[in-house]
Protein backbone atom coordinates (compact mmCIF):
# COMPACT_ATOMS: atom_id res chain seq x y z
CA UNK A 1 0.00 0.00 0.00
CA UNK A 2 1.00 3.27 -1.05
CA UNK A 3 1.81 5.73 1.37
CA UNK A 4 -0.64 7.94 -0.54
CA UNK A 5 -3.51 5.68 0.17
CA UNK A 6 -2.61 5.54 4.01
CA UNK A 7 -3.07 9.20 4.32
CA UNK A 8 -6.57 8.72 2.54
CA UNK A 9 -7.29 5.92 4.96
CA UNK A 10 -6.74 8.34 7.82
CA UNK A 11 -8.45 11.26 6.23
CA UNK A 12 -12.01 9.21 5.72
CA UNK A 13 -11.44 7.43 9.28
CA UNK A 14 -11.04 11.48 10.72
CA UNK A 15 -14.24 12.34 8.23
CA UNK A 16 -16.11 9.33 9.54
CA UNK A 17 -15.71 10.29 13.54
CA UNK A 18 -16.13 14.08 12.50
CA UNK A 19 -19.80 12.78 11.34
CA UNK A 20 -20.47 11.14 14.32
CA UNK A 21 -19.32 13.51 16.46
CA UNK A 22 -20.44 16.71 15.20
CA UNK A 23 -24.05 14.52 14.78
CA UNK A 24 -23.96 13.80 18.67
CA UNK A 25 -22.73 16.92 19.95
CA UNK A 26 -25.73 18.83 18.20
CA UNK A 27 -28.02 16.91 19.63
CA UNK A 28 -30.39 18.87 21.84
CA UNK A 29 -31.65 17.75 25.33
CA UNK A 30 -35.24 18.20 23.92
CA UNK A 31 -34.78 16.22 20.47
CA UNK A 32 -38.13 14.31 19.85
CA UNK A 33 -35.06 11.04 18.39
CA UNK A 34 -32.45 10.36 19.85
CA UNK A 35 -29.41 9.31 18.17
CA UNK A 36 -29.91 6.93 15.44
CA UNK A 37 -27.61 4.94 12.32
CA UNK A 38 -30.41 6.89 10.05
CA UNK A 39 -30.04 10.42 11.44
CA UNK A 40 -26.05 10.18 11.19
CA UNK A 41 -26.29 8.89 7.64
CA UNK A 42 -29.34 11.56 6.54
CA UNK A 43 -27.59 14.42 8.47
CA UNK A 44 -25.62 17.34 6.93
CA UNK A 45 -22.09 16.74 8.55
CA UNK A 46 -22.34 12.94 6.20
CA UNK A 47 -23.71 15.35 3.54
CA UNK A 48 -20.26 17.40 3.67
CA UNK A 49 -18.37 14.22 4.45
CA UNK A 50 -19.32 12.73 0.91
CA UNK A 51 -18.44 16.45 -0.65
CA UNK A 52 -15.23 16.08 0.76
CA UNK A 53 -14.69 12.61 -0.19
CA UNK A 54 -14.93 13.91 -3.56
CA UNK A 55 -12.82 17.12 -3.44
CA UNK A 56 -10.07 14.82 -1.90
CA UNK A 57 -10.91 12.58 -5.11
CA UNK A 58 -10.50 15.83 -7.32
CA UNK A 59 -7.72 16.89 -5.74
CA UNK A 60 -5.81 13.66 -6.66
CA UNK A 61 -6.22 13.93 -9.76
CA UNK A 62 -5.23 17.40 -10.56
CA UNK A 63 -1.61 17.81 -11.64
CA UNK A 64 0.27 19.54 -9.02
CA UNK A 65 3.18 21.40 -11.26
CA UNK A 66 -0.53 22.49 -13.32
CA UNK A 67 -0.69 25.29 -10.12
CA UNK A 68 3.20 25.84 -11.34
CA UNK A 69 2.25 27.02 -14.33
CA UNK A 70 -1.02 26.57 -16.85
CA UNK A 71 -0.35 25.45 -20.12
CA UNK A 72 0.78 28.06 -22.26
CA UNK A 73 3.62 29.19 -19.86
CA UNK A 74 0.73 31.12 -17.52
CA UNK A 75 0.55 31.50 -13.92
CA UNK A 76 -2.32 31.05 -11.96
CA UNK A 77 -0.16 32.77 -8.93
CA UNK A 78 -1.36 36.46 -9.50
CA UNK A 79 -5.00 35.02 -9.56
CA UNK A 80 -4.68 33.60 -6.66
CA UNK A 81 -3.41 36.30 -4.74
CA UNK A 82 -6.25 39.07 -6.28
CA UNK A 83 -8.86 36.69 -5.31
CA UNK A 84 -7.29 36.23 -1.52
CA UNK A 85 -7.87 39.45 -1.17
CA UNK A 86 -10.79 40.22 -2.92
CA UNK A 87 -12.91 37.42 -0.85
CA UNK A 88 -11.22 38.27 2.59
CA UNK A 89 -12.43 42.14 1.81
CA UNK A 90 -16.29 40.70 0.87
CA UNK A 91 -17.05 39.36 4.11
CA UNK A 92 -17.60 43.24 5.07
CA UNK A 93 -19.84 44.15 2.59
CA UNK A 94 -23.41 44.64 3.41
CA UNK A 95 -25.28 42.43 1.01
CA UNK A 96 -23.07 39.18 1.08
CA UNK A 97 -20.81 39.25 4.20
CA UNK A 98 -22.47 37.36 6.85
CA UNK A 99 -21.60 38.67 10.58
CA UNK A 100 -22.03 35.52 13.22
CA UNK A 101 -21.35 36.22 16.56
CA UNK A 102 -19.68 39.47 16.34
CA UNK A 103 -17.48 38.28 13.74
CA UNK A 104 -17.43 38.78 9.26
CA UNK A 105 -15.84 35.76 8.56
CA UNK A 106 -18.32 34.41 5.98
CA UNK A 107 -19.91 35.04 2.65
CA UNK A 108 -23.09 34.32 1.70
CA UNK A 109 -23.99 32.49 -1.65
CA UNK A 110 -27.50 31.58 -1.11
CA UNK A 111 -27.56 28.22 -0.92
CA UNK A 112 -24.50 27.65 1.14
CA UNK A 113 -22.04 29.94 3.08
CA UNK A 114 -17.77 30.07 2.47
CA UNK A 115 -15.18 31.15 4.83
CA UNK A 116 -12.54 33.22 2.76
CA UNK A 117 -9.89 32.86 5.41
CA UNK A 118 -10.20 28.67 4.44
CA UNK A 119 -9.34 29.61 0.86
CA UNK A 120 -6.71 31.71 1.96
CA UNK A 121 -4.89 28.86 4.50
CA UNK A 122 -4.69 27.15 1.76
CA UNK A 123 -3.96 28.94 -1.33
CA UNK A 124 -0.85 31.00 0.56
CA UNK A 125 0.79 28.15 0.52
CA UNK A 126 1.01 27.63 -3.17
CA UNK A 127 2.05 30.93 -3.36
CA UNK A 128 4.94 30.51 -1.48
CA UNK A 129 5.97 27.46 -2.79
CA UNK A 130 5.71 29.28 -6.39
CA UNK A 131 7.66 32.05 -5.15
CA UNK A 132 10.24 30.18 -3.90
CA UNK A 133 10.69 28.25 -6.82
CA UNK A 134 11.38 30.53 -9.37
CA UNK A 135 13.32 32.92 -7.09
CA UNK A 136 15.37 29.81 -5.81
CA UNK A 137 18.84 31.52 -6.42
CA UNK A 138 17.97 34.47 -4.67
CA UNK A 139 16.32 33.32 -1.64
CA UNK A 140 18.92 34.47 0.53
CA UNK A 141 18.54 37.69 -0.60
CA UNK A 142 16.26 40.30 1.65
CA UNK A 143 14.70 42.87 -1.36
CA UNK A 144 14.45 39.84 -4.34
CA UNK A 145 13.89 36.53 -2.14
CA UNK A 146 12.34 36.77 1.52
CA UNK A 147 10.19 40.51 1.14
CA UNK A 148 8.01 39.63 -1.59
CA UNK A 149 6.06 36.41 0.18
CA UNK A 150 6.68 37.89 3.57
CA UNK A 151 4.46 41.39 2.41
CA UNK A 152 1.72 39.34 -0.14
CA UNK A 153 1.49 37.18 3.21
CA UNK A 154 1.37 39.76 5.85
CA UNK A 155 -1.27 41.73 3.91
CA UNK A 156 -3.68 38.54 3.46
CA UNK A 157 -2.61 37.28 7.40
CA UNK A 158 -3.58 40.90 7.81
CA UNK A 159 -7.53 41.08 6.79
CA UNK A 160 -7.66 37.51 8.36
CA UNK A 161 -6.13 39.17 11.53
CA UNK A 162 -9.27 41.70 12.38
CA UNK A 163 -11.77 38.90 12.57
CA UNK A 164 -9.79 35.59 13.18
CA UNK A 165 -6.16 35.75 14.92
CA UNK A 166 -5.86 32.37 15.68
CA UNK A 167 -5.98 31.50 11.80
CA UNK A 168 -3.66 34.24 11.05
CA UNK A 169 -0.91 33.27 13.31
CA UNK A 170 -1.27 29.55 11.89
CA UNK A 171 -1.15 30.95 8.00
CA UNK A 172 1.55 33.17 8.47
CA UNK A 173 3.70 30.58 10.59
CA UNK A 174 3.31 28.01 7.89
CA UNK A 175 4.75 30.58 5.25
CA UNK A 176 7.58 31.38 7.54
CA UNK A 177 8.60 27.71 7.81
CA UNK A 178 8.46 27.16 3.94
CA UNK A 179 10.64 30.26 3.39
CA UNK A 180 13.07 28.63 5.94
CA UNK A 181 12.91 25.52 4.12
CA UNK A 182 13.43 26.79 1.15
CA UNK A 183 16.44 28.44 1.85
CA UNK A 184 15.90 32.11 3.07
CA UNK A 185 18.29 33.21 5.57
CA UNK A 186 17.31 32.58 9.33
CA UNK A 187 18.35 36.28 10.39
CA UNK A 188 15.49 37.58 8.08
CA UNK A 189 12.98 35.72 10.23
CA UNK A 190 14.31 36.79 13.43
CA UNK A 191 13.99 40.13 12.20
CA UNK A 192 10.50 39.65 11.85
CA UNK A 193 9.85 38.73 15.20
CA UNK A 194 9.82 42.10 17.36
CA UNK A 195 7.08 43.38 14.63
CA UNK A 196 4.98 40.48 14.06
CA UNK A 197 4.83 40.26 18.29
CA UNK A 198 4.08 44.05 18.47
CA UNK A 199 1.17 43.78 15.62
CA UNK A 200 -0.41 40.55 17.76
CA UNK A 201 -0.35 42.70 20.74
CA UNK A 202 -1.85 45.37 19.17
CA UNK A 203 -4.60 43.37 17.87
CA UNK A 204 -5.18 42.02 21.65
CA UNK A 205 -5.07 44.96 23.71
CA UNK A 206 -7.59 46.63 21.30
CA UNK A 207 -9.95 43.79 21.13
CA UNK A 208 -11.73 43.48 25.03
CA UNK A 209 -13.36 39.89 24.15
CA UNK A 210 -9.13 39.11 23.53
CA UNK A 211 -7.77 40.19 26.39
CA UNK A 212 -10.50 38.37 28.55
CA UNK A 213 -9.36 35.18 26.98
CA UNK A 214 -5.95 35.65 27.83
CA UNK A 215 -6.78 36.74 31.10
CA UNK A 216 -9.16 33.45 31.46
CA UNK A 217 -5.75 31.70 30.29
CA UNK A 218 -3.82 32.59 33.43
CA UNK A 219 -6.69 31.85 35.62
CA UNK A 220 -10.18 30.60 34.84
CA UNK A 221 -11.10 29.98 38.29
CA UNK A 222 -11.06 34.12 39.18
CA UNK A 223 -14.44 34.58 37.21
CA UNK A 224 -15.92 31.13 36.89
CA UNK A 225 -18.73 32.12 35.36
CA UNK A 226 -17.73 34.91 33.25
CA UNK A 227 -14.90 34.97 31.20
CA UNK A 228 -13.54 31.80 32.74
CA UNK A 229 -16.76 30.16 32.14
CA UNK A 230 -15.22 28.11 28.73
CA UNK A 231 -12.13 27.40 29.65
CA UNK A 232 -13.59 25.43 32.44
CA UNK A 233 -16.32 24.06 30.71
CA UNK A 234 -14.15 22.66 28.30
CA UNK A 235 -11.74 21.01 31.02
CA UNK A 236 -14.76 19.31 32.49
CA UNK A 237 -15.73 17.49 29.62
CA UNK A 238 -12.20 16.37 28.99
CA UNK A 239 -11.99 14.85 32.50
CA UNK A 240 -15.79 13.84 32.47
CA UNK A 241 -14.86 11.04 30.12
CA UNK A 242 -11.87 9.09 31.70
CA UNK A 243 -11.15 6.03 30.17
CA UNK A 244 -14.19 4.55 28.50
CA UNK A 245 -15.75 7.60 28.23
CA UNK A 246 -20.02 7.87 28.60
CA UNK A 247 -20.91 6.75 25.17
CA UNK A 248 -21.81 7.82 21.80
CA UNK A 249 -24.74 10.47 22.58
CA UNK A 250 -24.06 10.51 26.46
CA UNK A 251 -22.82 13.60 27.01
CA UNK A 252 -23.52 16.04 29.27
CA UNK A 253 -21.82 18.72 28.41
CA UNK A 254 -22.96 19.18 25.22
CA UNK A 255 -26.43 20.07 26.73
CA UNK A 256 -25.80 23.76 26.75
CA UNK A 257 -22.96 23.98 29.34
CA UNK A 258 -20.25 24.09 26.77
CA UNK A 259 -20.33 26.56 24.16
CA UNK A 260 -18.79 25.70 20.36
CA UNK A 261 -19.28 22.42 21.27
CA UNK A 262 -19.60 21.21 17.66
CA UNK A 263 -17.05 23.26 15.88
CA UNK A 264 -13.90 24.56 17.63
CA UNK A 265 -14.26 22.09 20.96
CA UNK A 266 -15.56 19.29 19.22
CA UNK A 267 -12.40 17.36 21.16
CA UNK A 268 -14.05 18.19 24.21
CA UNK A 269 -17.06 16.07 23.39
CA UNK A 270 -14.99 13.17 22.25
CA UNK A 271 -13.16 12.93 24.99
CA UNK A 272 -16.54 13.09 26.94
CA UNK A 273 -18.11 10.86 25.08
CA UNK A 274 -15.31 8.41 24.07
CA UNK A 275 -12.50 8.64 27.05
CA UNK A 276 -8.86 8.51 26.76
CA UNK A 277 -9.13 5.78 24.10
CA UNK A 278 -11.12 7.75 21.53
CA UNK A 279 -8.83 10.72 22.49
CA UNK A 280 -6.15 8.59 21.43
CA UNK A 281 -7.09 7.30 18.67
CA UNK A 282 -8.04 10.78 17.16
CA UNK A 283 -4.66 11.34 17.84
CA UNK A 284 -3.41 8.67 16.19
CA UNK A 285 -4.86 8.91 13.04
CA UNK A 286 -3.80 12.69 12.56
CA UNK A 287 -0.34 11.55 13.82
CA UNK A 288 -0.14 8.78 11.33
CA UNK A 289 -1.63 10.62 8.27
CA UNK A 290 1.02 13.57 9.18
CA UNK A 291 3.77 10.48 8.73
CA UNK A 292 2.45 9.58 5.74
CA UNK A 293 2.74 12.86 4.49
CA UNK A 294 6.49 13.47 5.04
CA UNK A 295 6.96 10.27 3.65
CA UNK A 296 5.51 11.76 0.53
CA UNK A 297 7.62 14.65 0.76
CA UNK A 298 10.87 12.36 1.00
CA UNK A 299 9.73 10.47 -2.36
CA UNK A 300 7.95 13.80 -4.01
CA UNK A 301 10.04 14.50 -7.30
CA UNK A 302 9.84 18.19 -7.90
CA UNK A 303 11.05 21.14 -5.21
CA UNK A 304 7.28 22.64 -5.87
CA UNK A 305 5.67 19.77 -5.16
CA UNK A 306 8.23 19.26 -1.86
CA UNK A 307 7.36 23.05 -0.87
CA UNK A 308 3.79 22.48 -1.81
CA UNK A 309 3.68 19.29 0.06
CA UNK A 310 5.31 20.48 3.35
CA UNK A 311 2.63 23.63 3.57
CA UNK A 312 -0.58 21.27 3.37
CA UNK A 313 1.16 19.34 6.10
CA UNK A 314 2.45 22.15 8.27
CA UNK A 315 -0.98 23.31 7.80
CA UNK A 316 -2.66 20.34 9.03
CA UNK A 317 -0.51 19.69 12.05
CA UNK A 318 -0.47 23.33 13.13
CA UNK A 319 -3.74 23.56 13.31
CA UNK A 320 -4.61 20.43 14.81
CA UNK A 321 -1.76 20.85 17.81
CA UNK A 322 -3.21 24.76 18.26
CA UNK A 323 -6.72 23.34 18.36
CA UNK A 324 -5.68 20.77 21.23
CA UNK A 325 -4.09 22.95 22.90
CA UNK A 326 -7.14 25.27 23.42
CA UNK A 327 -9.79 22.35 23.93
CA UNK A 328 -7.67 21.27 27.07
CA UNK A 329 -6.37 24.71 28.92
CA UNK A 330 -2.73 24.51 27.14
CA UNK A 331 -3.38 28.10 25.28
CA UNK A 332 -5.89 30.81 25.36
CA UNK A 333 -9.08 30.36 23.77
CA UNK A 334 -9.06 31.15 19.97
CA UNK A 335 -11.68 30.39 17.35
CA UNK A 336 -9.87 27.46 15.07
CA UNK A 337 -11.39 24.35 13.80
CA UNK A 338 -9.94 20.62 14.41
CA UNK A 339 -8.73 19.76 10.75
CA UNK A 340 -11.78 17.26 9.37
CA UNK A 341 -13.14 16.96 12.93
CA UNK A 342 -14.74 20.28 13.46
CA UNK A 343 -18.05 21.31 11.60
CA UNK A 344 -17.21 23.11 8.65
CA UNK A 345 -18.37 22.35 4.94
CA UNK A 346 -15.65 24.95 3.65
CA UNK A 347 -12.70 24.11 6.01
CA UNK A 348 -13.86 19.81 5.31
CA UNK A 349 -13.76 20.43 1.77
CA UNK A 350 -10.67 22.70 1.36
CA UNK A 351 -8.62 20.75 3.71
CA UNK A 352 -9.81 17.34 1.75
CA UNK A 353 -8.90 18.69 -1.05
CA UNK A 354 -5.32 19.51 -0.39
CA UNK A 355 -4.84 16.24 1.57
CA UNK A 356 -6.15 14.48 -2.59
CA UNK A 357 -2.73 17.44 -3.85
CA UNK A 358 -0.48 14.81 -1.32
CA UNK A 359 -2.02 11.68 -3.19
CA UNK A 360 -1.02 13.32 -6.52
CA UNK A 361 2.21 13.84 -5.70
CA UNK A 362 2.51 10.79 -4.23
CA UNK A 363 1.06 9.12 -7.24
CA UNK A 364 3.92 11.06 -9.79
CA UNK A 365 6.46 10.46 -7.62
CA UNK A 366 5.78 6.10 -7.89
CA UNK A 367 5.12 6.85 -11.57
CA UNK A 368 8.85 8.17 -11.45
CA UNK A 369 10.18 5.75 -9.67
CA UNK A 370 8.83 2.78 -11.67
CA UNK A 371 9.69 4.41 -14.95
CA UNK A 372 13.27 4.92 -13.81
CA UNK A 373 13.35 1.54 -12.55
CA UNK A 374 12.34 0.36 -15.91
CA UNK A 375 14.60 2.42 -17.67
CA UNK A 376 17.83 0.90 -14.96
CA UNK A 377 16.41 -2.19 -16.64
CA UNK A 378 16.87 -2.04 -19.82
CA UNK A 379 19.89 -0.20 -19.58
CA UNK A 380 21.22 -3.51 -17.27
CA UNK A 381 20.24 -6.07 -20.35
CA UNK A 382 21.98 -3.78 -22.90
CA UNK A 383 24.84 -3.57 -20.67
CA UNK A 384 24.89 -7.27 -20.31
CA UNK A 385 24.17 -8.43 -23.80
CA UNK A 386 27.19 -6.37 -24.86
CA UNK A 387 29.43 -7.54 -22.16
CA UNK A 388 32.37 -9.86 -24.13
CA UNK A 389 31.61 -13.26 -23.01
CA UNK A 390 34.70 -14.81 -21.23
CA UNK A 391 36.47 -17.67 -22.76
CA UNK A 392 35.46 -20.80 -21.19
CA UNK A 393 38.30 -22.54 -19.14
CA UNK A 394 40.00 -25.71 -21.42
CA UNK A 395 40.63 -28.44 -19.59
CA UNK A 396 44.22 -28.50 -18.41
CA UNK A 397 46.64 -31.42 -19.72
CA UNK A 398 47.46 -33.85 -17.33
CA UNK A 399 51.29 -32.48 -17.55
CA UNK A 400 50.55 -29.28 -16.11
CA UNK A 401 51.11 -27.44 -19.37
CA UNK A 402 48.79 -24.73 -20.74
CA UNK A 403 48.46 -26.11 -24.31
CA UNK A 404 47.50 -22.70 -25.93
CA UNK A 405 50.61 -20.97 -24.26
CA UNK A 406 53.08 -20.04 -26.47
CA UNK A 407 55.96 -22.29 -27.26
CA UNK A 408 59.19 -21.03 -25.63
CA UNK A 409 61.17 -18.73 -28.19
CA UNK A 410 57.72 -17.99 -30.07
CA UNK A 411 56.74 -14.44 -29.86
Not at 123 to 130: K, M
Not at 298 to 315: C, E, S
Not at 338 to 360: E, K, N, V
Amino acid sequence: MRLGHGMALCALALLVAGVVMVTSAGLELDAATPLTLEGILLGRPALYAALALGMLWLGSIVPVDRLYTLRGGLSPIPWLVIGMIVLLLAVHLPVIGKAEKGAHRWINLGLFTFQPSEFAKWALPIVVAWHCCRRAGTLHRLRDGFLPPIAIAAVVCGLIAVEDLGTAVLVFAVCVAMLVAAGCRLRYVAGLAAPALAGIGILIVTSPYRVNRILAYLDPFQEPAGRGYHVIQSIAAVAGGGISGRGIGNSVQKFGYLPEDTTDFIYAIVCEELGAAGALMIIALYAILLLCGLGILRRAGTPFARLLGLGIILTIGLQALMNLFVVTGLAPTKGIALPLLSRGGSGWLLTAFSIGLMLSIDRDSAAAESEGEAEDAEDGMVDAIDEPVPRAETERDPSGLDPFAAEPGLR
